[in-house]
């Protein structure tokens, strides 16, 4: 069965740091870029970073651009999102994806899976 399980979200203060966990639990999207979406309350999805499949090329969203690293680890199937400096805006349901590559991950074209989301929430 196809699954992709996030784990890491929680309440936190401003200015803390999370670590999200994103894990592949069947090893199905090894060849596949990977990425991070957020949704806040009344909001639409949108996106946060992503990865090609080499690990070697990263896109960011200029609203967390500096403050979050995209990472994966081949040999456990899992893509990290290790935010710092969080605010209360950061406040979201944060999703994994699978997608092609970064760049249309990026664009939130093709998204082939999403995960069940994982609650953030930021205080002030």
């Known amino acids: 069965q196809v699954e992709l399980v996030e784990s890491g979200g929680g309440l936190v203060q401003a200015g803390s740091s999370l670590r999200l966990s994103c894990a592949d639990s069947?090893?199905?999207?090894?060849?596949?870029?990977r990425g991070w979406f957020r949704q806040a309350p009344g909001k639409g999805r949108e996106f946060v970073a992503a990865?090609?499949?080499?690990?070697?090329?990263?896109l960011y969203s200029d609203a967390m651009k500096g403050r979050v690293t995209i990472s994966r680890d081949a040999a456990r199937n899992t893509v990290s999102l290790q935010m710092n400096s969080l605010k209360p805006e950061d406040t979201a349901v944060y999703y994994c994806?699978?997608?092609?590559?970064?760049?249309?991950?990026?664009?939130?074209?093709?998204?082939?899976?999403w995960g069940q989301g994982t609650q953030v929430t930021v205080s002030s």
């Open positions: 069947g090893s199905t999207f090894a060849g596949y870029g």
């Open positions: 994806a699978v997608g092609a590559t970064a760049s249309t991950l990026a664009a939130m074209r093709g998204i082939r899976y």
């Open positions: 990865i090609d499949r080499t690990g070697r090329n990263t």
